[in-house]
Structures are given as C-alpha cells and as structure tokens.
C-alpha cells in the first residue's frame, strides 16, 4: 500500500509540474528582444512626468497615450506581448491597449500587477494595417464618490515582449493575480466574459485532476490521496481568490472613503435633485403629495431609476414619454418630472408649444409639467 | 451596534419558529426532542423567517396601518416567548447531553471566521445591487412610505389605480422584501441588520450541512474542507456581499427542503412533514421560478414514489402511454379557470408562470463562461460528472433517490429553459445563468461531498 501510496504522489507531482509549467503553445515563432516604448509615448507634458525612477501619469477621468508606430511598425506584429514594470495603479483605475486593425476596433484590458504582462494578439497579419494604437488609463467612476478625481498612475518601464522571453509559469501568475473589481454587476458573476484570466488555471487544474482521478482508480490508493490532491487544486484556486478578496476590500475602502450611503457621485446628484423636487412641490398649496401621481419621463437608465428610487416617497412612476393616452381614472392629473434629456420638451414648450403641456415649475436641473 | 441588532433580528425569527415547534408539542402533548442544539436553531430559524412572512402577508390582507403591524408584531413576540416558557415549564424541554466537541467548535470558528471576512467587505458597502434597490428593498422602502398594505402594480395596472404606487418588478412576491421590511419600520441600520441575517442564516445552514455529513460518517477533515468550500465559492460568497438578492435564500431553502425530505423519509414523522411543507411553500414566496422548484420537489417525489412501488412497471407504462396520448394528440390545450396550460412543440404556457415559445438557441459559450472560468466556482463543477455517476453506480434509499432525482431534474429542467425558451437572453447577457445555478449550488455541493465519503477507505468507522 506505501509504495502505490508513494508512486501515486511520485507521478501526480510530476504530472503537476508539467501541467502547471508545460507551454501549450503551438506556434513557433522565434524570441524577439524586447522593445522599450516609453519614448514612442505621445502625451501632454502636463499630465506625464518622470520622477524618482519612475514615469508618472496623471488621469482626470481618463488618459491617452498614443504610442508612435513609425520606427516599430514592420516588427510590430512579432511582439506577442506587453510588459509594464513596476505599475503602481489605483484599484479603482484600469488600463487597456487599443488599436485599430484591419479597420477594427480592438482593446486588451491589461492586468493591474506590479509587473503586468499581458498577451497580445494584433488580430491583423498586415502591420501596415495597424492604427491609433494607444494606452487608455481610465479612472472607474461606477462605485463611490471617490474624493480625489486626479489619479496618478506610474511604472518604470514599459515594453513590447515575445510572450517566449517569460516563463509559461509567470505569465500564469500574472493572470492569477490580477485584479477584478467589485462592480453593479458583480453580484451575477466574477470575472468579467472579456477578461477571464482564470480559464487556463482551471483548463490546466482539470487535466491535473483527472490524471489523479485515473491514478487513484488504477492504483487503488486511499480515496483520502485523491481528496488531498483535490483540496491541493482547490488551494491553487484559492490564493488567487483570497488576493482579490483583500483587493476589493482596499477597493471599497477608498471608493466609499466620505460617505457610504451613495452608489456613486452620480446618485449624490440624483439624491439633490429629488430633495430640490420634494421641496418645491411642498411649497405649492395646489398639489397634495399623498395622492398626486407623478411620471419621471425617461429610459430605466441608472440615473432616471435612482431619481426614482430616492422619489419613492412619493406616488411616482417612470415611463419613456409625456404625450401617452394615460387613462384619466378621475383624479387630478398626472405630474411629469422632466430632466436630463427630456427637459428640451419644456424649454421647446416656452417658445412654440409643440407638446400641450402646463408647466408647473421650471428649474436648471428639472421642470414639473401636467398634460393640459 | 449593527451587529446586535442583527442578531436581536435573528433571535426574533428563532422565537417565531421554536414557538411554532412548541405549539406543536402542546397539542401532541409531546416532549419537545433537541437532539443537536445547532440543527434546532437553524430549523427554528428558517420557520420563524416562513411565520414571519406569512403573518406580515396576513397584515397586508388586514390593511392594517404600519404602527399596529408594529404593535402587533410586539404582542406576537411576547406571545411566542410565553408559549415557549409555558411550554417549557408544562412539558419540558429534553436536550441531548452531548458537549460540544472540539470539531463543533473548530466548524463554528471557521464559520465564524467566513462570515467576519465576507462582513468585513460589505460593511462599507452600500446596497449596490440593482435589483435590489429597485425591488427588494425597494419595495420595503415604498411600505415604510405607502403602508404596508399599499397595492404596488405595474405600469399598466398602476395608471388605471389610483390608490396603487408602481414598482417594475411588482408581480415579484414580497417573501424577502418582507424581511427588510421590519428592521426598516424600527427605522435601525437596515443595511448592516440585514446582512447579519444572511451570514446568520448561512451559518446555520453550514452547521446543518455539516452534521449530516457527519451522520453519514464523513471524516473531520472532509467536512472542515466542505465549510472552507462554501467561504470560498465566489458566488455564494458574492451574493453574502452584496447583499439583497432572493437566490442566495432560494438556495438556502432548497437545500433545507432536501434534508427535511430525508428526514421525512426516515423518521416519517407529523412534525416534520409539517415542517417540510412550511419550506416547500416558502419556495414561491420568495421568487416566481420557486414554482418551478416546488413542481419539480412534487415530481421527484411522485417518480420515487413509481419506482419502488410493487406495480411499478404497470404505473411506468401507463405514464409513458399518457405521454405518448399527449404526443400524438399533438400537446395539452387546456383553458382552466387561473390560466391557460399549453405544451406543445412549439409553446409551452403553464398558467402565469411562463409562457415562451420553444426555440433552440446556442448558449454553450455563455454557460462555459458561466460555469467554467470563474475561479473555484468552475473548479467545483467539474465534480458534476463523477456525482452523476455515483447516483447510478451506488445503492442508495429512498430519501436520497428523492434527492438525486430532484438535482437531476432541476438540472434538465434549468437547460431545457435556457437551451430552448425565451429564458436564453438571461443566458447571453449572463444575468441570470450563475444566479439559478447558484440556487442549486449547495444541494450539489453536500451531495459531492457526501459522493467524497463514498471513495474507497473514506468513510469514519467507529
């Protein structure tokens, strides 16, 4: 039993080693040496500098830096890589690679580690057909009412690469550990469809595991052996995990830093403008709250669905136009709250009423309106 | 502060439930058995959280203002505590003796641990989810306003009503709304009170699990490892969170009804059969496709029920003949009194609850994505084959033929909505695909790890 016992950790290690360090990589294109392209950067001044080793951008909601292509471009579909070294980003920023190719948009959303390696594929066989190949920095306003809005994102080198100059076992690591923020969504899944930076782990984890499943059924070890493999592959999942657990924690820390009970700035606004709406309408003496109706004209947007949602003290709806035949169920008419988009229909109503509407009240951010 | 009150709100719905297990030994005239303290708790739990929507859907019928629901909910309480201390001094309370051993206590700290981790996130996190601020909560939200009674409708239904208010999702039943909707009326921090109740009830629900792993003489080391597993499955995690979603207490509720199945089957027992219908009804209260599970609960134990029944060949044969009649008379056209029930090959219309027609769409990519390359989730879903295989393989009894026979037909059932019904577009905007995957994720993952107890020299032996 030892020696079964002890052949089956001999070859399920080996096989381990192998799916965790095999290339699967069928091309064969040859090494290329690395090209630096911090000096084919093309950027303000203003908003890049170098400083304490380290180059350093600065991103008010978002940061273009077009890559110059002139002297790379014959080589550039040889690189099958981009390394950036010593990236220091924001968790609540992200970054990306975008080009043109073949008259396609293309974007490679690149991983946030301190040396980030990302795998790249041009998608075009003709360099020449390669454009606007650029870096985009964005800050990610989705949750908080983050308090600074200049980031600062910085890293001492960056570098088209040959994905043949990194180990396969590094660049698995960079996938692993990168990071995936919290988002509205995040609730329905945990990796986005067009970042999956788990699916080799997991494609390599599951050969792994049926090679210990075979072991264990034709050496007939203990099934204890294969629960211990079984709880190996699932640690080699879990680190990934508990990284971005903490990340995300440091993630909300910051983005909630001043007041946690909004979404987002944009829900500080919608939130005003519902306090602004409440008390004009308790100022009017023609309007009784408790059994006006009222109908926020626009889309389910998350702005017009927020309004609603900080309104839902009042009896009000939402639907996308003012001009629909509402049934008349007897009562005083409905009220229409018009912002964001709709509001041209009652600054257009000030000069040639084109909709037959009164307007109630009428403000920069809104205007109250009835159907006359 | 927050974390008081969210026990004080667990204790509140433990009260309604032992009170209600309680009335029961009254009118039996039964001694009330605890035979595991935390296997009491959590079933008390999860009855008070049935009671207390059913009550609060009663004061919704009664219109009553929400001060008196507040003052009645009051009278309920007290009422409940002296119906257990009644009891109690009446016909006493027997307890198993057993201290907790140091597994109990190591399965309550990593618990522990799990769920001071997840709170750790969602503490700073406000109530994110869409759904959830628009509907569950946000219904909650519109009764702390309108009273609880308020008639909330859809757009339609809402402009020809004048003493309804709109909500979108107005049709969805109000099981969980219910549950914010009380910490919200004694106006404390709704947020944080309502995410101890999850992590509360998923502890219970961890607990439970565990000792019925342990009754089938899985080893300490497999059940530790199962409690690391469900702190660690992102989805279950995420949805403990970013808290407001049912799904995460369809789960819970799903996998309660299968042990209570096992339970019934065993000890065949008034009590817990009573106990097995309170969960199955709280199925549909909590989200519509709770019919579909509750449907399917009904089949499972209808196809067992066939199968190890002496003319079984003669009950197979005729329902294969009524499904061939079915065929052949070209589906089932029948107009009944609370809707329309269609199925043919073309249309499937089962009274309210769907009506789609039947097309074949490709969500192979979306269900990989879905169910393969999210982290540990895809890693604990590759198990599914080999659990498939046990079912078959393995002599197993009747209460866990109940079992396997659901999980197989809520799997079909799950990709035939998906594969061939207008279900597909929640498929390829990948909203909806882990979410009613998740509902079934702790069923599977106790039925993997009991599977795990079954490998060769795994089992404890004592």
């Given amino acids: 039993m030892t020696s079964r016992v002890l052949i089956y950790w001999t070859l399920s290690i080996l096989s381990l080693l192998c799916c965790l360090f095999v290339s699967f990589d069928s091309e064969n294109s040859t090494a290329v040496e690395p090209k630096n392209i911090i000096f084919l950067l093309k950027v303000e001044p203003n908003y890049f500098y170098y400083s304490n080793n380290k180059f350093h951008a600065i991103v008010a909601g978002q940061l273009k830096l077009e890559i110059k292509t002139e002297t790379i471009l014959p080589n550039l579909i040889n690189y099958d890589a981009l390394v950036i070294d010593g990236l220091d980003l924001d968790l609540n920023s992200n970054i990306s690679l975008n080009w043109v190719a073949d008259e396609k948009k293309h974007q490679i959303p690149l991983n946030s580690n301190t040396q980030s390696i990302n795998l790249i594929d041009f998608q075009t066989a003709q360099p020449q057909n390669i454009s606007d190949l650029h870096l985009l920095i964005r800050s990610n306003f989705e949750l908080g009412d983050h308090p600074n809005a200049h980031k600062e994102v910085s890293f001492e080198s960056i570098y088209f690469d040959s994905r043949k100059n990194h180990s396969t076992l590094s660049l698995q690591m960079n996938e692993w550990f990168d990071y995936t923020p919290l988002k509205f969504n995040s609730i329905n899944g945990y990796t986005s469809s067009e970042n999956l930076h788990f699916q080799s782990l997991i494609q390599r984890l599951v050969i792994w595991v049926l090679i210990n499943v075979l072991l264990y059924w034709l050496l007939r070890v203990s099934g204890k052996q294969l629960i211990i493999s079984l709880t190996i592959a699932w640690c080699f999942t879990l680190i990934p995990f508990v990284n971005n657990f903490i990340k995300q924690n440091q993630q909300i820390e910051t983005a909630f830093a001043e007041d946690g009970g909004y979404l987002n700035k944009q829900d500080i606004s919608t939130y005003e403008l519902a306090q602004d709406i409440i008390a004009d309408l308790k100022n009017r003496s023609d309007i009784n709250l408790s059994t006006q109706k009222f109908i926020i004209v626009g889309t389910n947007s998350f702005y017009h669905l927020r309004l609603f949602h900080h309104l839902m003290g009042l009896n009000v709806a939402i639907n996308n136009y003012i001009n629909n035949d509402l049934p008349n169920d007897g009562t005083k008419p409905y009220i229409y709250i018009l912002t964001k988009k709709s509001l041209e229909d009652c600054h257009a109503n000030e000069g040639s009423p084109s909709l037959p509407i009164n307007i109630l009240s009428q403000q920069a951010q809104y205007c109250l309106v009835s159907r006359s | ?462």
């Fill in chain 2, 1 to 462: 502060m927050i974390v008081i009150a969210g026990f004080c709100y667990a204790l509140y719905f433990t009260i309604l439930g032992y009170a209600v297990r309680a009335s029961y030994n009254l009118i039996n005239k039964t001694h009330l058995f605890i035979e595991k303290k935390t296997d009491f708790i959590a079933h008390a739990f999860f009855l008070g959280i049935f009671v207390h929507v059913v009550i609060f859907n009663i004061f919704q019928i009664m219109k009553l203002s929400n001060d008196s629901v507040l003052v009645i909910c009051g009278v309920i309480l007290v009422s409940s505590l002296s119906l257990i201390t009644w009891h109690t001094l009446k016909l006493g309370v027997q307890t198993n003796k057993i201290r907790p051993t140091k597994q109990n206590i190591w399965f309550i700290c990593l618990t522990i641990l799990g769920s001071s981790a997840i709170y750790w996130n969602s503490g700073n996190l406000p109530n994110i989810a869409w759904d959830s601020w628009m509907v569950w909560v946000g219904k909650a939200d519109q009764w702390i306003s309108h009273g609880l009674s308020v008639h909330i409708k859809q757009f339609d239904a809402w402009s020809h009503d004048s003493e309804s208010i709109y909500n979108a999702a107005a049709h969805y039943p109000d099981g969980l709304s219910l549950i914010y909707f009380l910490p919200k009326l004694i106006s404390v921090n709704n947020n944080g009170t309502a995410s101890i109740i999850y992590l509360f009830a998923f502890v219970m629900i961890s607990l439970l699990l565990v000792s019925r792993l342990d009754q089938k003489g899985t080893p300490i080391y497999l059940q530790l490892l199962f409690i690391v597993a469900l702190y660690t499955t992102p989805l279950i995690n995420n949805h403990l969170m970013i808290q407001g979603y049912a799904d995460i207490w369809m789960a819970m509720y799903i996998v309660l009804i299968m042990l209570t199945f096992m339970d019934y089957h065993e000890q065949r027992d008034l009590g817990v059969g009573i106990t097995l219908m309170a969960y199955l009804l709280m199925l549909p209260m909590l989200k519509t496709e709770g019919w579909v599970w509750l449907l399917l609960f009904i089949c499972a134990h209808t196809i067992v029920a066939i199968v190890n029944h002496k003319h079984k060949f003669k009950l197979l044969a005729s329902v294969l003949l009524l499904i061939g009649l079915i065929v052949i008379l070209g589906g089932v056209h029948l107009q009944l009194p609370f809707g329309n029930l269609v199925i043919d090959a073309n249309k499937i219309e089962f009274f309210n609850l769907i009506n789609t027609q039947i097309k074949y769409t490709d969500i192979n990519d979306y269900l990989l994505t879905g169910f393969f390359w999210q982290m540990n989730w895809s890693f604990l879903w590759l198990g599914l084959p080999f659990l498939l295989i046990s079912f078959v393989s393995n002599q197993h009894n009747k209460a866990s033929q109940i079992s396997h026979v659901f999980f197989i037909l809520a799997l079909t059932c799950f990709m035939f909505l998906f594969y061939f019904t207008e279900a597909s577009q929640w498929a390829e905007d990948l909203t909806a695909l882990n979410r009613i995957v998740l509902q079934l994720t702790l069923c599977y993952l106790f039925l993997l790890f009991r599977t795990l107890t079954t490998l060769r020299g795994v089992r404890r032996t004592e």
